[in-house]
């Protein structure tokens, strides 16, 4: 029975050997920002509001950067699949340069504009005065990480290639690098230890960016110094050349990824924006709940990238088109279950977790509802996440496009503003209801992903 659901032993154990690696990686990435958080957060509420804010918006750049590396993404794992290396080599440069691009317009943006878009967050009732420290301690910690917006866009190319080409150790490896660095720089800068300055929020701000530029050194010395694993690598800059069909391809299928990622990244932000204006305790306990659900969310994510690949290389090697889909939805299935356990976990810790923070009994029984949300969620959410990755694995972009962003647009966020400006619902209702938007999503997907039509080879072959 087991096996007809989530598969035999050889199966999982090509997921594991894949999964595994993205899972560490993802586990630990997410624990050191949580305990990045937590420190910040001994600092004070208003730093940790600060950095929450902020937070907010860069989530809408490094999206942004997940969509231009998925919408070549797509290709990449076909091409590898099919043994097309020069396709491969050709991904990989469309990837640098729509990504380097991206990262130039937005520090662009944010200069001139990032102190009055933090603002839009502080607008709930409160205290007039920590509003004020909010917005000095979020746009320092803003025009800080602007520094690492360059590095973090190259290394996502690099390691978004090397997963598509079935190397997903070395991002693993290049993670953990780097959060150790976070990690001691965070204490060390965030405190004062060791004779350093105590610089707060803009401590764990230096802390990241130097953390990145550590990721990008390792990712791109490991990559062309393995050209027999990764012969994508061997040439990669001896011309700049991406054929202008192969580009044209990938900008028709990849546009609609990245305007999902910006358009879903920038609904969250303004889902946020709503939330605060039930007043700015709303804030510091979004954050705290955010943080740990992202923890709990890294066994679905690795899953839900597994799909991608998987998925892909298996269009690009023309295998049938029921095996594929027996396969995913076995894969789906993992999720789901998953997602129950993680769930029940997050549910068991909602009481202690805020408990961490150095902020009030307020923000921290609201943070606990938040959780407590988050957790019954959190199947629903892991089955999204892989029904998202399966469109997009056959390069069904615009329908993912509509999936995501379309149904947030049309739907979560004209409740959500409806909701905050013209009723005066509390937060706890309003969140609840905001999220109970995504039952209907489920079952949407639940029905896209059963017809198949999402299975299509991209590779030419």
């Given at each position: 029975m087991l096996k007809k659901y989530f598969g035999d032993r050889a199966f999982l154990k090509k997921v594991l050997v894949f999964a595994i690696p993205v899972i560490i990686q993802n586990f630990i990435t997410n624990f050191v920002s949580l305990l990045d958080n937590i420190m910040v957060g001994q600092v004070g509420t208003v730093q940790m509001s600060g950095v929450s804010v902020a937070n907010q918006l860069i989530m809408i750049f490094n999206l942004c950067i997940f969509g231009a590396t998925s919408g070549a993404g797509i290709f990449t794992a076909q091409l590898?699949?099919?043994?097309?290396?020069?396709?491969v080599r050709h991904t990989v440069r469309y990837k640098i340069y729509v990504c380097v691009a991206l990262a130039l317009a937005v520090i662009g943006l944010m200069i001139p504009w990032g102190q009055g878009l933090i603002n839009l967050y502080l607008q709930g009732e409160g205290d007039p005065a920590a509003a004020a420290s909010t917005l000095h301690f979020g746009y320092e910690y803003l025009m800080i990480m602007l520094w690492g917006f360059v590095p973090f866009a190259l290394s996502n190319v690099y390691a978004s290639s090397l997963r598509e080409t079935g190397q997903s150790l070395v991002p693993m490896y290049s993670?953990?690098?780097a959060v150790a660095v976070n990690l001691a720089l965070n204490y060390i800068l965030i405190f004062g230890h060791f004779g350093a300055p105590a610089l707060g929020a803009a401590g764990a701000a230096v802390a990241?960016?130097?953390?990145?530029?550590?990721?990008?050194?390792i990712l791109v010395l490991w990559t062309h110094s393995h050209t027999k694993i990764?012969?994508?690598a061997k040439g990669l800059f001896r011309s700049l050349y991406v054929p202008w069909g192969l580009s044209k391809r990938i900008f028709i299928k990849g546009m609609p990824l990245l305007f999902n990622e910006f358009l879903w990244s920038s609904g969250m932000a303004f889902l946020s924006q709503c939330y605060s204006t039930c007043g700015l305790d709303v804030v510091?306990?979004?954050n705290i709940s955010e943080t740990i659900n992202n923890l709990a969310s890294v066994v679905a994510i690795a899953i839900a990238t597994t799909v991608g690949v998987l998925m892909g290389q298996m269009m690009g090697a023309n295998l049938p088109k029921a095996q594929?889909?027996?396969e995913n939805g076995k894969l789906l299935n993992l999720s789901v279950a998953f997602g129950v356990v993680f769930g029940l976990l997050l549910a068991a810790i909602a009481p202690v977790f805020p408990r961490l923070y150095n902020t009030t009994d307020e923000v921290r029984a609201l943070a606990t509802k938040l959780i407590l949300i988050l957790a019954a969620m959190k199947p629903m959410m892991s089955y999204?996440?892989?029904?998202y990755y399966s469109m997009r694995s056959g390069?069904?972009?615009?329908?993912?496009?509509?999936?995501?962003?379309?149904?947030?647009?049309?739907?979560?966020?004209?409740?959500?503003?409806?909701?905050?400006?013209?009723?005066?619902?509390?937060i706890i209702p309003l969140y609840l209801l905001c999220q109970s938007v995504d039952i209907g999503k489920a079952v949407l997907g639940f029905f896209i992903i059963r017809r198949g039509n999402w299975i299509q080879n991209l590779s030419g072959q």
């Open positions: 590898h699949g099919s043994g097309n290396t020069e396709g993670g953990i690098a990241t960016v130097t953390s990145r530029y550590v990721e990008l050194a990764c012969p994508f510091p306990a979004i594929i889909q027996e999204l996440l892989c029904a390069g069904k972009t615009l329908m993912t496009f509509l999936y995501d962003a379309g149904i947030m647009w049309c739907f979560t966020i004209p409740l959500a503003f409806c909701l905050s400006r013209f009723t005066s619902l509390p």
